[in-house]
Antibody
Framework: QVQLVQSGAEVKKPGAAVKVSCRAS????????IHWLRQAPGQGLEWMGW????????NYAQKSQGRVTMTRDTSITTAYMELNRLRSDDTAMYYC????????????WGQGTLVTVSS | QSVLTQPPSVSGTPGQRVTISCSGS????????VNWYQQLPGTAPKLLIY???QRPSGVPDRFSGSKSGTSGSLAIRGLQSEDEADYYC???????????FGGGTKLTVL
């Protein structure tokens, strides 16, 4: 079965960086896009961008551009999302999710990684 | 401020039918399909409806979706206590070149 397993919770200080991993199993990793989304406490969902695990191509939401980097390691079927220059309003649950294409339905989700930014 | 507009909350009693609306624009829902997600407390979102009116396998047929113009709608009939959750609509936006979501609707089963 399709599984996306994310790394554990992180606590970071303002200005630091965080790198969240998303290990995929149960399907051909390079055959589907990975999207990253986040959800601040008590708030709605926000799309951050996508990576094509086959080519490594990426596209980031305008709000994320300049601070986010999405990468992948096909040898271990894992995608990564790194967010730099963290601020308190980056405190959120971060999700990776699978889609058949850029505009394809986001169907399977990881369990989420809580990132807390606090001094 | 979310790009897609949903009511913050809806409620109903067991067995009732409720609907949740999702309003967008020509750059998203108007030219694309709508997806709906159910998020139970403390869990990741789960795909409920895709392509406006399609149900993934395993989703009960009590859940249905529709789209008209720049708005989408999720209907739940035969309301059950386990349906109590947050519901989000989503659509691709051509202007923003990305996915946009509604702010979420909290469904309370009275």
């Amino acid at each position: 079965q399709v599984q996306l397993v994310q790394s554990g919770a992180e606590v970071k200080k303002p200005g630091a960086a965080v790198k969240v991993s998303c290990r995929a199993s149960g399907y051909t990793f390079t055959g589907y896009y990975i999207h990253w989304l986040r959800q601040a406490p008590g708030q709605g969902l926000e799309w951050m961008g996508w990576i094509n695990p086959n080519s490594g191509d990426t596209n980031y939401a305008q709000k994320s551009q300049g601070r986010v980097t999405m990468t992948r390691d096909t040898s271990i079927t894992t995608a990564y999302m790194e967010l730099n220059r963290l601020r308190s309003d980056d405190t959120a649950m971060y999700y990776c999710a699978r889609a058949s294409s850029v505009r394809g339905v986001i169907s399977y989700w990881g369990q989420g990684t809580l990132v807390t930014v606090s001094s | 401020q979310s790009v897609l507009t949903q009511p913050p909350s809806v409620s109903g009693t067991p067995g009732q039918r409720v609907t949740i609306s999702c309003s967008g624009s020509s750059s998203n829902i108007g030219g694309k399909t709508v997806n709906w997600y159910q998020q139970l407390p403390g869990t990741a979102p789960k795909l409920l409806i895709y392509n406006s009116n399609q149900r993934p396998s395993g989703v009960p047929d009590r859940f249905s979706g529709s789209k008209s113009g720049t708005s989408g709608s999720l209907a739940i009939r035969g309301l059950q206590s386990e349906d109590e959750a947050d519901y989000y609509c989503a659509a691709w936006d051509d202007s923003l070149n990305g996915w946009v979501f509604g702010g979420g609707t909290k469904l309370t089963v009275l």
